[in-house]
């Protein structure tokens, strides 16, 4: 992705996007459980998303059942990351609706009905973390919209960004 931002002549930035790996809760196990249904083991571990900008660490939280932002340093070794470059203009459109969602609800029947029973729904104005950011990545030109942000598992999410790195640095 960093190619396709140099070939256009545009100074960057990096967003990270972090992909939960620790053991985390009982809440983490049923994802992953899932998950191994219908993504190949090697993404299945991971369990939740969030966006990372600067320090600022956007996300849609089961625990504390909204959307928030919160402030960390360094990396306990439980996430790996993705990183995608964005130019400032960008970067700042993205953290606008990232502060727009801050303090919306987290969408447990999102999850039940797009994630455990696949029929892609979910509540509009709440928010599951691959939801959230796969919208924001869309919103962004990041992700293509061939699927709707709900068809987003945290596994599938780092599977996609995967494919695209790949795609992107052929060019």
Not at 43 to 69: D, F, L, M, P, Q
Not at 77 to 97: C, H, Q, V, Y
Not at 129 to 142: D, N, R, T
Request: aromatic share 10%.
């Amino acid at each position: 992705m960093q190619k396709r931002i140099k070939r256009f002549g545009m100074k960057s930035e990096m967003i990270r996007i972090a992909h939960y790996k620790g053991k985390g809760n009982l809440f983490n196990k049923i994802i992953r459980a899932f998950q191994r249904l219908r993504s190949p083991k090697a993404y299945a571990k991971y369990s939740h998303t969030e966006i990372v900008i600067g320090n600022r660490w956007y996300g849609a939280s089961n625990r504390e059942n909204r959307v928030r932002v919160r402030k960390i340093t360094g990396n306990s070794g439980n996430w790996d990351f993705t990183e995608i470059p964005m130019s400032k203009r960008d970067m700042a459109i993205l953290e606008i609706f990232l502060k727009s969602q801050v303090g919306e609800g987290y969408d447990r029947l999102g999850i039940v009905f797009s994630q455990i029973v696949p029929l892609q729904i979910d509540d509009p104005k709440k928010w599951f973390c691959s939801e959230l950011v796969a919208e924001a990545l869309m919103i962004m030109s990041v992700l293509p919209r061939t699927h709707h942000a709900s068809w987003y598992s945290p596994a599938r999410l780092k599977r996609a960004l995967e494919n695209m790195e790949r795609i992107t640095n052929e060019y």
